[in-house]
């Protein structure tokens, strides 16, 4: 089912691509759109803050960006190399036309590749079992504030790998300050 939504989006022009610095301001208003202000108090946030993301992809369409995935670097007990999904926005014009779709397919393509154990994320059972995505994967887990408990889901993209993850997932990985002496370093150097 997600494969003929992700055919349905290459047929409209559809590009999937790394999120570059550029894509900020759109990225923003995007989620400004389809989110509101209400996004940044959701307790999925409290794992993004400070952080840089492990994966950022945007779609793009003929007149601009039309869709964004960000996944983040997350622990617990029993639970390594592993990643937390959010957000997933399609401008609203967009909606149903696979867009959504094509940024889940990508995004879990690039993720196995890249050594990734498992993914979690809170959001619509309905939608996300169809990538494989399971209440029951994430049951021991927990996030770092208020969550409906059947909308906390889990992936796992090697066998077993949240078998026996549990406890309150955590946010890991590079912070935004780390990343600042690097790309100053990085630019000295070119």
Known sequence: MARDFAARAAAVELVIRAEQPSDAPAR??????????????????????????????????????????RLWHVRAGGLSRAVMLGPLAVDPAQQGFGVGAALMLSALATLRMQDCRAIVLVGDPPYYERFGFHAR???RLHMPGPFERHRLLG????????????????????????????????????
């Open 28 to 69: 923003e208003a995007l989620l400004d759109t389809t989110m509101g202000a209400i996004r940044f108090s959701r307790s999925s946030e409290r794992l993004r803050e400070g952080r840089l993301p492990a994966l950022s992809l945007v779609a793009e369409m003929p007149g601009g960006l039309v869709g964004t995935v």
């Open 155 to 190: 992936l796992p993209l090697e066998p077993g790998a949240l078998d026996h993850a549990h406890g309150v997932l955590r946010p890991c990985g590079p912070s935004i300050t780390q990343a600042v002496p690097e790309r100053a370093t990085a630019s000295r150097a070119a």
């Open 137 to 139: 994967h994430a049951r």
